[in-house]
């Protein structure tokens, strides 16, 4: 008996669930930035120019990369122009980060010296 109850109870949240969820939160995709052999690396900003992407906010970019050669930081428009951060801004160093979209532009630079300013920057635009 306390397993159909919580069977029951279950199947009640998972409903709850998809009735709260937003819908391109449940219909969100992942993207591999650049492409799955160099991935996150310069001249990035080439991408996705030559692809037919449409990003929904909540839509994942999976950004691979050396760890120790490249990070990733998700900056505001003015530091994406100026390649730098604020010192409180989150630094991704795994080589395999997972960064979801919001609505609008989403920013993106390489910390590392010289990197942003010589290509490794990508602006995603999502609606």
């Given at each position: 008996m306390a397993v159909r109850g919580?069977?029951?109870?279950?199947?009640?949240?998972?409903?709850?669930?998809?009735?709260?969820l937003p819908r391109d939160m449940?219909?969100?995709?992942?993207?591999?930035?650049?492409?799955?052999?160099?991935?996150?690396?310069?001249?990035?900003?080439?991408w996705p120019k030559a692809k037919a992407f449409t990003f929904k906010p909540g839509d994942e970019l999976v950004f691979t990369y050396e760890p120790g050669k490249y990070?990733?930081?998700?900056?505001?428009?003015?530091?994406?122009?100026?390649?730098?951060?604020?010192?409180?801004?989150?630094v991704y160093r795994s080589g395999n980060d997972k960064i979801n979209l919001v609505d609008g532009s989403n920013y993106f630079i390489s910390d590392f010296p010289n990197h942003c300013e010589s290509g490794m920057k990508l602006r995603v635009f999502a609606k």
């Open positions: 919580s069977s029951t109870a279950v199947v009640a949240i998972v409903l709850m669930l998809f009735l709260v449940v219909d969100a995709e992942s993207y591999f930035v650049g492409d799955r052999i160099y991935g996150w690396d310069f001249n990035i900003s080439n990070d990733v930081v998700p900056v505001n428009d003015i530091e994406y122009d100026n390649c730098g951060h604020a010192l409180d801004s989150k």
